[in-house]
């Protein structure tokens, strides 16, 4: 799943933060940030990143769940041995099986993940698990990844959608409003959501953690004091059609279900209090 497309602008507060240049090989190690270049490698930390430009560790149990072919993008923290970050480390990045996750092509610091890059992109390419793993020297940390590519699709969850549209000067702005419901005796966690933008795009979202109680309603994304959580704008307007959305959840026990609707494009209004901005949500980065 592509992350960005050249025809899209996100507006959003949460945007990655992306490297500058595409570097083709190692850069010249930087200086070490509490510690002199010789300072020893004490570990590394997996990280992914808050909407509001935070760090949060990747769990050392349970797996970092893909669904339906998306990505992910990991940082990587350097530490010595007395605890200070380190900076300038020739990091590398691998994956244990390529067919189901490979560290990828469009890593945000060039082309690929070369060495001495303290982020990549992983992408999901078929069914199972796969072990990403970053190291310096002898020093390593990794985060098992499990893929689905097409989970099974489930009646227990109940999906409301629609997608607002709303005019931006010589471009348009697009709001998704979807609302899970869980229908069956127990709830579930929301983990990732695809719609599309008929003619224009399909944008995925992962890494929530919104929980939705047995025989409750949650909606995924909502106006806050006059301000959306998520708005993507383009200049294309979308074209006639309905837009469509899928929903992944993790049941218990772990499965993975999926269920897909089709919702029309609303012309709406501004609220009164509009801003022109976004709020924080829960929704940690794009796909």
Not at 74 to 81: K, N
Not at 100 to 110: F, K, N, P, T, Y
Not at 168 to 186: D, H
Request: aromatic share 8%; with cysteine; charged share 15%.
């Amino acid at each position: 799943m592509t992350l960005s497309r050249s025809a899209i602008f996100y507006a959003l507060l949460f945007a990655l933060v992306a490297c500058g240049g595409e570097p083709t090989s190692p850069a010249a190690p930087l200086p070490q940030i509490g510690g002199s270049a010789s300072t020893a490698v004490g570990g590394l930390t997996l990280l992914r990143r808050t909407p509001m430009g935070s760090f949060n560790e990747l769990p050392t149990t349970g797996p970092l769940i893909l669904v339906g072919g998306m990505g992910a993008l990991l940082w990587v923290r350097v530490t010595g041995t007395t605890g200070a970050t380190l900076s300038g480390q020739l990091v590398t990045w691998s994956s244990s099986d390529t067919g189901i996750v490979r560290v990828a092509e469009g890593g945000s610091c060039g082309p690929m993940a070369v060495p001495g890059c303290d982020r990549a992109h992983i992408y999901a390419l078929g069914d199972g698990t796969a072990t990403i793993t970053a190291s310096v020297g002898n020093k390593s940390a990794s985060v098992v990844v499990a893929s689905f590519m097409d989970p099974s699709a489930t009646d227990d969850i109940g999906v409301e959608f629609s997608l607002l549209e709303l005019p931006a000067g010589e471009s348009w702005n697009y709001v998704p409003q979807i609302r899970v419901s869980a229908l069956g005796m127990t709830g579930f966690d929301v983990i990732a959501l695809e719609f599309t933008i008929p003619g224009v795009d399909t944008i995925s979202v992962c890494n929530a953690v919104r929980h939705v109680a047995a025989g409750q309603a949650a909606d995924m994304f909502r106006e806050v004091y006059g301000d959306f959580e998520l708005l993507v704008n383009n200049p294309k307007r979308a074209e006639p059609g309905l837009a469509s959305a899928t929903v992944f959840v993790s049941e218990n026990g772990g499965e993975i279900r999926k269920v897909t609707v089709k919702g029309p494009v609303v012309p709406g209004e501004y609220p009164s209090t509009y801003t022109g901005g976004t709020v924080e949500n829960p929704w940690t980065v794009f796909c």
